[in-house]
């Protein structure tokens, strides 16, 4: 018996987790040192946009092989992936398509010809035609398939924009997973008041987790905006879009309850650098998140992006001096701090000026950045669902940093965008993950000259 036991504990544990019967424990929260990377593969393209991943991967969900068999030199299951960006004022309007892809076996190289390329196994489709409009200009967005019982298989969409409408719009919908009838379903609004911090990343909350801590919602959304107007730090709310057992979807239109799991302090309410993420800096970026449960049963919630750490960070410019220079935007001045060290004071007042020969790029920029993915504890993210504790508390227990797994941009796109070297920042976008082999998949932006690179984790 106590060799059965032993043989069968990883099942027990990752049952145990799945339902919330026992408490996450320091030796079943998922480490860095679980990590093991295996390589990279590159996206298949079908050329002009919107028909192309060019410019795309705002959003990315990972859907289990079903009955469906791969291919030779590839894994079960498939990623849908969203295309090129929409394009604001009718430059192109029928942007972020979503097409679903298989996976091959990554190969680990520094050289992008040697890395294998997806297939299609549905092309790219246009499943939010005419709807969210007006949500064009630098779009936000979310995926998460889910096949719950209620509802069965369906692929759930979150939609906003870098600078949200007035009075606001609806955010999150449902599709269907065959992309040639997508059937779209909603929108609807989740939350109130949380335009800028619910319309980002999507992913599915573990089915008995959600019934054991939030009445069966079973999907969590969230989004950070630079500038921390999200809250400073990632932030996570759980919503369900169905009203009854039998699934029935909500009528369009409806504010859906969210409950809140994460939210930092805004900086639209208070100037100061407190509840927030430790080591926040304004020009973060948070793209991606996933709730993990690893095959041995080892489990946290994940963030990836690119984090802020220089030691100054402000609002405005490259400083063509060099990267541990500011370059604030002069007309802001005296309108908020445009100017921080790192430990959040003020910068001093002869570094508030607006330097000369920069270029047009104006936002939050820091003198240096990385890749990371943040590992949050589920458990804490229990006691924000039952009141227990403010909902900025809860901090990452590791952090990972993935810098040198990266081809960081080597056709050079864009460079006064995207930046350069340690000033690079728009890394790495969304992440997904397979419960089944513990593989997680994490975008780079910009690596296969102006697409993504898929790179993939075995979560040990």
């Not at 192309?52 to 992936?81: C, D, H, K, Q």
């Not at 397979?434 to 910009?446: A, C, K």
Request: hydrophobic residues 40%; contains cysteine; negative net charge.
């Amino acid at each position: 018996m106590r060799l059965l036991f032993d043989l069968t504990r990883a099942g027990v544990v990752a049952a145990s987790l799945l339902a919330g019967a026992i408490p996450a424990t320091a030796q079943d929260r998922l480490q860095p040192e679980d990590f093991r990377y295996l390589g990279a593969f590159r996206l298949p393209d079908d050329g002009a946009r919107p028909f192309t991943f060019a410019w795309g991967g705002n959003a990315m969900t990972f859907r289990p092989a079903g009955g469906r068999v791969p291919g030779p030199g590839e894994s079960p299951g498939s990623l849908y992936i969203m295309g090129h960006d929409r394009m604001a004022y009718g430059e192109l309007p029928d942007g972020n398509r979503v097409a679903e892809i298989s996976l091959p076996e990554p190969v680990a190289s520094r050289a992008l010809d040697d890395l294998p390329v997806a297939r299609f196994l549905q092309p790219f489709s246009d499943v939010a035609a005419g709807q969210f409009p007006g949500l064009d200009e630098l779009p936000r967005t979310g995926l998460a398939y889910l096949d719950t019982p209620a509802t069965g298989p369906r692929l759930h969409l979150a939609w906003g924009a870098h600078f949200q409408p007035d009075p606001p719009a609806p955010s999150h919908a449902w599709v269907s997973p065959d992309l040639s009838a997508p059937g779209f379903t909603g929108p609807w609004f989740v939350g109130e008041g949380l335009d800028y911090a619910n319309n980002g990343y999507l992913f599915a909350i573990p089915e008995a987790w959600a019934q054991a801590h939030l009445g069966g919602a079973a999907l969590a959304t969230g989004r950070f905006r630079d500038g921390g107007w999200s809250g400073m730090g990632p932030a996570l709310f759980a919503y369900r879009p169905w009203t009854d057992d039998a699934g029935t979807p909500a009528p369009a239109g409806t504010r859906l309850k969210a409950i809140t799991l994460l939210h930092y302090r805004s900086s639209r309410d208070t100037e100061a650098i407190d509840g927030a993420l430790s080591g926040y800096q304004h020009p973060d970026e948070w793209e991606g998140g996933d709730w993990i449960v690893t095959p041995s049963g080892k489990t946290a919630v994940l963030f990836a992006g690119t984090k802020a750490v220089g030691a100054r960070y402000w609002y405005g410019f490259v400083n063509p001096s060099g990267p541990e220079a500011p370059c604030v935007a002069a007309d802001f001045v005296g309108q908020f701090p445009v100017c921080r060290r790192a430990d959040g004071t003020p910068c001093p007042a002869e570094e508030l000026v607006e330097c000369r020969g920069h270029n047009d790029s104006r936002g939050w920029w820091s003198s240096a950045f990385e890749a990371q993915i943040l590992l949050y504890d589920p458990a804490d993210l229990a006691r924000v669902a039952a009141g227990e504790i403010d909902p900025s508390e809860p901090q990452p227990y590791a952090t990972l940093r993935l810098d040198d797994r990266l081809y960081l941009n080597p056709a050079g796109i864009e460079p006064e965008t995207l930046g350069v070297g340690v000033q690079r920042h728009y890394r790495i976008g969304p992440v997904a993950h397979d419960p089944d082999t513990g593989r997680l998949y994490v975008l780079e932006w910009f690596a296969d000259d102006d697409k993504p690179v898929v790179h993939v984790w075995a979560l040990e």
